[in-house]
């Protein structure tokens, strides 16, 4: 623990940019252990701070934390904990989950399914389900889900979704409120047309309801193409954020902004050994199921970044 | 626009229903329409030894050995894989519960251009035929329907034509092949009528079985749409042919090496680049 401690100080020295985070849920004290430890090696800055920390050195390192799907539990026990340690959120919200409030998102419908039947059959495997567009998976395991009167828990504040009041009120207390499509769909197991309309849906209503214009736009489950990031963008954003566990540094481009996941349940010394190891730019699988072929889309950036500066130029910087 | 009218479908397979057949088959079932399947045990007539001898005939002894080679090597641990992956895409186990308690009328045949699948399909009088499996229709065949008898081509024609276009589009970086047709059966092979494209997002991490798994499901979708025209009495609109079009075969040993050293597309430029662009 000391060990990869010193090895993250060390990277933290040497290097420019800094990290965004991605959590789903943690509970009061989670969040406060958190981020006690990410104080010791980086800035903890806000969504609105992040142009400029790519632009320019800080002494440290910074870190942005972000809060995926809109569960009840970030408007309670997250949020409040950050604002008592001063400390800005991005919480990115499934637009139809928090409208209807009374169907819960896939994956907690799986997760109970999966403790009342351990053993499931080859067409429900998780892997295999990521692949289905929405619809079909949504289809898959409500069927099995009726077939077993199994349901997930809507009284359990990280399953059940924040209401947009709440959302409004992270949005006034400092935290940015950001879209993470309609329904949750993997936008590109989607047809195109779909995918753009989950995207265009959900930066307006989350525009519309906050009263203010959505400034990020998050990928679910990461996976993304350049087309559909653009698009956000054109949809009025200023970040999309995808799930590659590296680096943010200044050669990155705020259209597809990398993340690094990490879980409330994971041990102390596995987060920072995988914020060191992410810091490296490198090896971590990506979470998106695409394994490490981000590393891949990355070389193939910076060669074509390196064609069109000339020498002696210096590059263009990060779209904004 | 007049008023429906109810279709009598005809849906013409090969051997035993794979999951992606069976998708199609309650696709059309799930329609208004009345369906019939004619199922032939064997696509061809034609005993292996005088195949053999006639691709031989048409390609010539390098190829033919490479086509073989590729296939005995790499292709069919491919396939064997491809079609579990299906099962669990498209839920076979749960396809075929629900084919089995629709009860579809099912007439069995020797071949698929023989005399009894000729009969079969007269005796039925068609209005739509689809293809959903086996190999090429012969024109005794596709002529009987009343309206059109259409095929789904898994592959943008007429850009690609031909076997395997999916995968060639991976190997041969073609983006503009990856997609899927509805087209009328013609004596050409994939040269009919184009009734409806579709082309699933390429995406990083996507390999030649998943793209083949989302076109299918678009391609269904746009079949039913099509035979949806024809039972509301207009022709389907007929897509552009113009421009240059490549007719592709079984693959030999170098396109399947191409394809493995892609890890199936995964780190093809083809997918890796829709990250950036």
């Known amino acids: 623990?000391?060990?990869?401690?010193?090895?993250?100080?060390?990277?933290?020295?040497?290097?420019?940019?800094?990290?965004?985070?991605?959590?789903?849920?943690l509970s009061a004290a989670e969040t406060r252990d958190c981020v006690e430890l990410l104080a010791c090696h980086f800035d903890l800055i806000g969504h609105d701070e992040l142009p400029g920390r790519l632009q320019r050195r800080g002494k440290r390192p910074f870190c942005l934390l972000t809060f995926d799907d809109g569960k009840r539990s970030n408007a309670t026990e997250t949020a409040p904990e950050l604002e008592r340690l001063g400390v800005p959120g991005v919480f990115y919200v499934v637009t139809d989950f928090l409208s209807d409030g009374s169907t819960p998102l896939w994956f907690d419908r799986y997760a109970a399914l999966r403790r009342a039947v351990p053993v499931l059959?080859?067409?429900?495997?998780?892997r295999v389900l990521k692949l289905l567009p929405h619809d079909l998976r949504e289809e898959r395991v409500r069927r099995v889900c009726e077939r077993f009167g199994i349901d997930a828990a809507l009284?359990?504040?990280?399953v059940a979704p924040m209401s947009w009041q709440q959302a409004r009120g992270l949005a006034e207390r400092g935290h940015t409120?950001?879209?993470?499509?309609?329904?949750?769909?993997?936008?590109?197991?989607?047809?195109?047309?779909?995918?753009?309309?989950?995207?265009?849906?959900?930066?307006r209503t989350v525009g519309e309801q906050l009263g203010q214009p959505c400034k990020s736009f998050a990928f679910p489950n990461g996976n993304y193409t350049a087309k559909l990031a653009l698009h956000a963008v054109d949809c009025g954003v200023e970040t999309v954020m995808t799930t590659e566990p590296t680096w943010v540094d200044p050669g990155s481009r705020l259209w597809r902004l990398p993340r690094v996941q990490l879980h409330a349940d994971t041990p102390r010394w596995r987060h920072l050994a995988k914020l060191f190891v992410a810091a490296s730019g490198r090896s971590l699988r990506n979470p998106d199921g695409t394994g490490r072929i981000y590393v891949d889309i990355n070389r193939r950036a910076r060669r074509a970044r390196s064609q069109a500066t000339p020498k002696g130029q210096l590059p263009t910087p990060p779209r904004s | 626009m007049g008023a429906s009218m109810r279709l009598h479908l005809a849906a013409i397979t090969v051997g035993e229903l794979t999951a992606p057949q069976l998708w199609t088959l309650l696709r059309l079932a799930d329609s208004e329409h009345r369906l019939t399947v004619v199922n032939a045990r064997r696509g061809s007539a034609v005993s292996g030894r005088k195949r053999l001898a006639r691709r031989l005939r048409d390609v010539g002894p390098l190829q033919l050995a490479s086509r073989l080679l590729g296939r005995v090597l790499i292709g069919d641990r491919h396939e064997r894989r491809a079609r579990d992956l299906y099962e669990r895409l498209f839920d076979g186990a749960s396809l075929r519960e629900r084919w089995a308690a629709l009860d579809a009328p099912v007439r069995r045949v020797a071949t698929l251009n023989g005399k009894q699948a000729r009969r079969?399909?007269?005796?039925?009088?068609?209005d739509v035929a689809v293809r959903v499996s086996g190999g090429i229709l012969q024109e005794r065949i596709f002529s009987i329907p009343r309206l059109a008898t259409l095929?789904?081509?898994?592959?943008?024609?007429?850009?690609?034509r031909g076997m395997w276009s999916i995968p060639w589009g991976v190997v041969e970086q073609r983006a503009d092949w990856i997609g899927?047709?509805?087209?009328?059966?013609?004596?050409?092979?994939?040269?009919?009528?184009?009734?409806?494209?579709?082309?699933?997002?390429?995406?990083?991490?996507?390999?030649?079985?998943?793209?083949?798994?989302r076109t299918h499901l678009l391609v269904v979708e746009a079949l039913a749409q099509v035979i949806d025209d024809f039972a509301s009495g207009r022709d389907p609109e007929v897509l552009d042919q113009a421009g240059p079009s490549t007719y592709r075969s079984a693959p030999g040993v170098r396109p399947w090496l191409t394809l493995l050293r892609s890890g199936a597309g995964r780190r093809a430029s083809i997918t890796l680049d829709e990250a950036l662009r």
Not at chain 1, 121 to 126: G, I, V
Not at chain 1, 187 to 200: C, G, H
Not at chain 2, 120 to 126: D, I
Not at chain 2, 190 to 213: C, E, M, N, S
């Open chain 1, 1 to 25: 623990m000391i060990l990869i401690r010193q090895l993250l100080e060390w990277v933290c020295r040497v290097k420019r940019g800094g990290l965004v985070l991605n959590f789903h849920t």
């Open chain 1, 121 to 126: 059959p080859a067409a429900l495997d998780r």
């Open chain 1, 155 to 158: 009284g359990d504040d990280d």
């Open chain 1, 177 to 203: 409120v950001g879209a993470h499509t309609q329904r949750h769909a993997i936008l590109t197991t989607e047809s195109r047309e779909r995918a753009l309309d989950e995207i265009e849906s959900s930066v």
């Open chain 2, 120 to 126: 079969a399909l007269t005796e039925s009088a068609p």
């Open chain 2, 151 to 160: 095929n789904l081509h898994h592959g943008l024609a007429p850009a690609i």
């Open chain 2, 180 to 213: 899927a047709t509805v087209h009328a059966v013609d004596a050409g092979i994939d040269t009919g009528k184009a009734y409806r494209r579709v082309a699933p997002q390429l995406a990083p991490g996507d390999t030649i079985d998943t793209l083949f798994f």
